[in-house]
């Protein structure tokens, strides 16, 4: 429950009003008297005014060079380009019925180069890529949605607890994380590729690679269940290496997988999902679950 | 930029990202979180563009506002995944940068000429403060810290801490009027 300032209490924590340094009660107490304060309200937004402008005081920011800035209009570009289409993309049809899986958290931490070339690529087969299409479709659709209602909640958390921070700087992580997979589902420089598989329940995937920003966003289906201690692995294969993308876990069958990874466009010959000891393995060891380019 | 036109966001960016870029990296350490944190500062701008009122603020205060809340949301969040409270690594790192890096250098020949002009009236301004003030208001600005933590950290009064915040900021917003007025 907010505590009435009086006036005189009000107008000395307009300072660090301004800073944002105040927090829960006593905050909303200082707004909520300067927003009807003739004196307060201008005095507030005066002292916001002067302390923006000690940004000038910052020093040039020398790690962002002119690509930089480019690279980070262009992924900004992107998302806006991802949010007008998800206005497209939302009336195609129903989604998946089976639930959005969690995000893999270990996959840009291990980036192993290994250089054994006597991998066998007979198995890998092409499949219907109108099915595979329609299926991640399907699932940019739910990521959208569920980007959405993180927003959503979000929004609703920031309304009901300006002061309490640990929830909101949640809520923008989850927001951002999904804001960057759309952008790396169909940014202008992303590349799909297709995974397939032989076996009897023909796992599939579909990997989105964004060339401008080296991210790797992989859609799997159907994926057998792990054993205890065991792991699917990614892998990135050049003619020279097979460079491990991180190990990850389906939960019923299907898995989202990220990664950050830069590579030369023309250098990629295939991309594989192999089974694993849990862990991951410095080189490829297990059958090929999926495999394609 | 309110009615959805990507092309004014183009323009918005590239006119604010020097400053933003600055603020920002001048609050965050590591590169990828300066970067990713001015992506999203700009990603804000634009969705929220409506929100925007020009009788409540200038468009710099906005943006800059937004700026700072997302770099000061990532260091805090990166203190707390480190399971750090605000000690002598960030908090001080932060302030001695300011006090190291902004006033002797006032004059940048990489910034683009209104940039500047601004950045070179404002670090004028702060070294026209006495210290304690100028520290104050940096470790609150810069180093996100709320006053108490500022008079903890400096070993001073809270009291005194408030008093030093309102008589710089009563010192800057007379000095800088005349930015003030170029924003509106």
């Not at chain 1, 201008?42 to 962002?64: D, G």
């Not at chain 1, 269940?225 to 019923?252: C, D, H, M």
């Not at chain 2, 805090?76 to 932060?94: F, H, K, P, Y």
């Not at chain 2, 006495?130 to 520290?135: D, K, T």
């Amino acid at each position: 429950m907010k505590r009435e300032l009086s006036h005189d209490e009000a107008f000395a924590l307009l300072d660090a009003a301004a800073m944002d340094a105040l927090e829960g009660s006593e905050r909303d107490a200082v707004l909520a008297h300067a927003a009807q304060c003739e004196t307060c309200g201008p005095e507030l937004a005066s002292v916001r005014e002067t302390f923006a402008q000690l940004a000038f005081a910052a020093p040039k920011a020398v790690e962002l060079d002119a690509t930089a800035q480019e690279r980070i209009h262009s992924r900004l570009m992107d998302r806006v380009a991802a949010g007008s289409r998800a206005k497209v993309v939302s009336p195609l049809g129903p989604v998946p019925s089976s639930p959005l899986p969690p995000m893999p958290m270990s996959m840009t931490q291990e980036r192993r180069i290994v250089n054994s070339l006597a991998w066998r690529r007979a198995e890998w087969i092409a499949a219907a890529a109108s099915v595979l299409l329609v299926v991640s479709i399907g699932m940019l659709a739910a990521i959208m949605r569920d980007r959405e209602t993180v927003h959503d909640a979000l929004q609703a958390e920031l309304a009901r607890s300006a002061g309490t921070r640990t929830t909101t700087d949640s809520l923008r992580t989850l927001v951002a994380s999904r804001d960057s997979m759309i952008a790396g589902l169909i940014g202008r420089d992303v590349t799909v590729m297709s995974l397939t598989s032989a076996g009897a329940k023909a796992p599939f995937a579909k990997m989105f690679w964004d060339t401008s920003r080296n991210t790797w966003t992989l859609a799997a289906h159907n994926l057998p269940e792990l054993k205890t201690g065991r792991t699917y692995q990614l892998w990135l294969v050049t003619k020279t290496a097979k460079i491990s993308a991180g190990v990850f876990a389906p939960t019923n069958g299907e898995a989202i997988v990220r990664a950050t990874y830069p590579l030369p466009k023309d250098s990629l010959e295939a991309i594989a999902v192999t089974e694993e000891p849990a862990g991951g393995v410095p080189q490829p060891t297990g059958a090929i679950i999926i495999a394609g380019k | 930029m309110q009615a959805g036109d990507e092309a004014a966001l183009s323009e918005f960016y590239n006119r604010w990202f020097p400053v933003v870029s600055s603020l920002i990296s001048r609050i965050l350490k590591s590169a990828d979180d300066v970067e990713d944190v001015v992506e999203e500062t700009f990603w804000q701008a634009w969705r929220q563009a409506n929100r925007f009122a020009a009788d409540r603020g200038s468009v710099q205060t906005w943006v800059l506002t937004i700026a700072r809340s997302r770099a000061l949301d990532r260091l805090r969040a990166t203190r707390r995944l480190r399971e750090e409270t605000i000690d002598e690594g960030n908090a001080t790192d932060s302030a001695a940068k300011g006090v190291a890096s902004t006033l002797p250098s006032a004059s940048d020949p990489s910034l683009d000429a209104e940039h500047a002009e601004r950045r070179q009236f404002v670090v004028a301004a702060l070294s026209e403060l006495p210290r304690e003030q100028r520290e104050a208001l940096e470790l609150g600005y810069f180093g996100g810290l709320s006053q108490s933590e500022i008079a903890e950290r400096t070993g001073q009064p809270l009291g005194t801490v408030k008093t030093r915040m309102r008589l710089a900021m009563l010192k800057l917003r007379d000095r800088l009027a005349p930015l003030r007025e170029d924003t509106r």
